[in-house]
């Protein structure tokens, strides 16, 4: 027995997350995952089991646990990462016990004991849904395809974000617009979700530049009897779209500037909700140039990417909060499932305040680069 064991019972109630990983001959998964959730008032481990391109799920009793890892994981994987409420702790294997390096975690974890298997995934494996069949997610007696995994983590993810804001809504007809559905796996759940699942008169159009995807994205809609999804082939940064009343948009992933035409056009819809998830930005990291206290970040390729990258997302941010939305800037997905994991959730709940739009503007000047969504923005109304 090593070290970790001692340390795993002392911490236990204070897990918010364990990767188990670089497994030695004796382990059995190539990697485990472990996060506590709570079901039916009773603290479990939830374990994801990682093996030849398929995923064994186990839960165990808080009992259980440590005589789980016991006989399961000490000593058997070379890379252990726990992560608590107030701090990290990575063990490394050294022969028959764990070097370990403690880090604080900036921000407090929180133990996800809400997040229940129940509500994590609210459209659950072995559940009839044929357009996830058709779309490859799922296989035909309903198991999820291991190369989809990530792919239905993230329309997971999304729909119980959208079941957030929605489990109260009591509204009958829903309109929603996607930017950039590609293969619409999301299109598809966001469909079957307001439509099926809570019985809502519910209309959809996603709009994406391939002809073929769109046409196909078609067919299967209409093989299911989806009357009121749509999709059309438009290119989302000069198209005219859809005119009427929206209520929601939604992107996921769209390239680039995509996201910003997309965020844009709820704006000037007046679209109460807004779920996005960003995709590559170029935009800002093509463009920016040293101007101030923050050159250190400009110095270096990558830390330039990633800053450009975040100052986009802060930026849209900010113009939606001008604009009169309430902005949540979420994680969300684990990093292992998708880099590309910031979720700006939006609902108008205010009036427009373009005095906001000057601290983005000013940035901007400071560090000579344009971004899209405050151009737009600033072209629809009165100049910042
Ligand atoms: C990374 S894919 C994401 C697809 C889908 N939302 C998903 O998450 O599976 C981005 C999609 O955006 C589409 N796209 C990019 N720019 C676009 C534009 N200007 N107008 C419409 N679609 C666009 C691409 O064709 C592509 O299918």
Not at 23 to 52: C, H, N, W
Not at 256 to 270: H, M, R, S
Not at 350 to 376: A, G, H, M, V
Request: aromatic share 10%; hydrophobic share 35%; glycine share 4%.
């Amino acid at each position: 027995m090593s070290n970790i064991i001692t340390d795993l019972t002392e911490n236990i109630d204070n897990i918010v997350k364990a990767v188990l990983s670089q497994p030695t001959k004796e382990a059995e998964y190539t990697k485990i995952t472990v996060k506590p959730v709570m079901i039916k008032g009773s603290l479990r481990f939830q374990l994801e089991r990682f093996r030849d391109n398929k995923v064994y799920h186990l839960n165990l009793q808080k009992e259980q646990f440590i005589p789980w890892f016991e006989e399961n994981a000490d000593l058997k994987y070379k890379q252990i990462l726990i992560t608590e409420k107030e701090r990290s702790v990575h063990y490394h294997l050294k022969g028959i016990n764990y070097g370990k390096k403690v880090s604080e975690n900036k921000t407090k974890k929180e133990v996800p004991l809400s997040h229940n298997r129940e509500k994590a995934y609210i459209l659950k494996e072995g559940e009839n849904i044929p357009a996830l069949v058709e779309l490859g997610v799922f296989t035909s007696d309903f198991r999820i395809v291991k190369a989809k995994y990530d792919k239905y983590k993230q329309i997971n993810r999304f729909i119980e974000l959208v079941d957030d804001e929605f489990s109260k809504f009591d509204k009958k007809d829903i309109t929603i617009l996607d930017f950039g559905c590609g293969k619409s796996y999301l299109t598809f759940i966001l469909y079957y979700y307001f439509a099926v699942k809570r019985g809502m008169n519910t209309k959809i159009i996603g709009y994406d530049l391939k002809k073929d995807v769109v046409e196909n994205c078609n067919k299967i809609a209409e093989k299911y009897g989806y009357d009121n999804l749509k999709f059309v082939v438009s290119d989302v940064t000069k198209d005219n779209l859809y005119n009427e009343k929206i209520d929601m948009i939604v992107t996921l992933h769209a390239c680039d500037t995509a996201t910003d035409y997309a965020l844009n056009y709820a704006i000037g819809k007046g679209a109460k909700h807004i779920f996005s998830v960003p995709c590559c930005q170029h935009e800002v990291n093509k463009q920016i140039k040293k101007g101030g206290d923050m050159d250190i970040l400009l110095k270096y390729g990558i830390i330039k990417e990633r800053v450009s990258a975040l100052l986009t997302d802060s930026i849209r941010a900010t113009v939606l909060e001008a604009m009169g939305y309430t902005v949540d800037v979420i994680e969300f997905i684990d990093f292992e499932h998708s880099p590309k994991n910031i979720m700006l959730r939006a609902k108008k709940t205010k009036k427009i305040n373009r005095k906001l739009l000057s601290t983005p503007q000013e940035l901007c000047d400071k560090y000579s680069f344009k971004q899209t969504l405050l151009e737009l923005v600033k072209e629809s109304g009165e100049d910042v």
